[in-house]
């Protein structure tokens, strides 16, 4: 026969289990503690500092520092072991690869988001409708042709372009030099630089002739102040906007790039530390989006989870070449979709 008051007798029980767990939870929150020191990429401060303020409202004790000293600053920092996470806004170069290895920083390479590097100006600007990368050769560039904005189009405003970019420590600098300079151009001596983007968002606001560049979240930010120039597609020759869904399609090329985490895989040995990483990893499309910057697809986001948990530290993005016979470490010439695999992992440790 069947008891009646089982099933009361299971909820009453689950309850009790419930409210026994609970204080239990908030007890085990209160008493995770550390610190947890990150550096790196003005870009990918805003998630970072998303991901962190989420994460202390859940456990208030572990300190988590946050500073912006560019994408190169922060690797800097992080290849000899001085802080746990370095934000990057381009993958990390041999040279970094090697100071890490040397000085025995394991790492792991996470990507968290993808961005459109913006090109932005005054909004007293009504001229330009539309800028191809040949356009800002010639206003970036050292050799390059145009100083005035007329040099671009004599029907446009006789007046010089005052230039901004990112400092040389900055991801965004080094990723926008690729693109419009290559392995061999150099930029014009006379840009006004910053680390700090607020200080170009100013300097843009501030002057009708003014034309300057930085990640899409600052832009949005922004767009009471600035405008985004629409960037001419080399493959579609169509004009595109820096919108999260073109972004995400690859119509907004060639400045399109992943945001990464670099993660020194010994600090993960911190209760703290990896309970923050596998926060932000669980969280990141979240505050991607929260912060107006584009999350991975789901693809590279389960890969980088992969990564995590079974600890596969090393970079996608550098690989082993022979120069004279001998093995030199070099850049590796593939999209994060492309590059992105075990396969291609070089490790760090």
Do not use: C
């Amino acid at each position: 026969m069947n008891n009646p008051f089982k099933p009361l007798a299971m909820v009453l029980a689950t309850s009790a289990l419930a409210l026994a767990l609970a204080p239990q939870s908030a007890a085990q929150a209160e008493a995770l503690r550390g610190t947890i020191v990150v550096d790196g990429s003005s870009t990918v401060y805003p998630i970072t500092e998303a991901a962190a303020a989420a994460f202390r409202k859940e456990y208030p004790n572990v300190n988590i520092t946050v500073a912006v000293s560019g994408t190169g600053g922060g690797f800097k920092r992080f290849a000899v072991g001085e802080t746990d996470i370095s934000d990057a806004s381009r993958p990390i170069k041999p040279k970094e690869f090697l100071q890490a290895k040397e000085n025995g920083v394991g790492f792991l390479e996470l990507p968290v988001a993808l961005d459109g590097l913006s090109v932005v100006l005054n909004l007293q600007n009504d001229w330009v409708h539309q800028l191809t990368v040949e356009d800002l050769k010639a206003i970036y560039l050292e050799d390059g042709k145009a100083r005035k904005w007329s040099d671009l189009n004599p029907e446009w405003p006789n007046h010089v372009i005052k230039v901004y970019s990112p400092g040389t420590d900055s991801g965004t600098f080094d990723y926008f030099k690729e693109v419009v300079a290559g392995d061999k151009g150099s930029f014009r001596p006379d840009m006004s630089v910053s680390e700090d983007d607020n200080v170009l968002v100013t300097g843009v606001y501030g002057d009708k002739y003014a034309i300057g560049y930085f990640g899409a979240s600052y832009y949005f930010e922004n767009q009471d102040k600035l405008r985004a120039a629409p960037i001419v597609n080399p493959n579609t020759k169509k004009a595109v906007l820096p919108t999260p869904e073109n972004v995400v399609s690859g119509d907004y090329a060639p400045l399109s790039r992943p945001l990464f985490l670099y993660v020194n895989v010994e600090s993960l040995r911190r209760p703290a530390m990896k309970k923050f990483i596998d926060f932000y990893l669980e969280n990141a499309g979240k505050f991607a989006t929260k912060v107006q910057y584009v999350p991975t697809s789901d693809k590279i986001s389960a890969m980088a989870k992969s990564f995590l948990k079974k600890r596969k530290t090393g970079t996608v993005f550098v690989t082993m070449v022979q120069n004279d016979g001998a093995p030199v470490f070099a850049k590796r010439e593939l999209s994060l979709d492309q590059a992105y695999t075990e396969a291609n992992l070089l490790p760090s440790k």
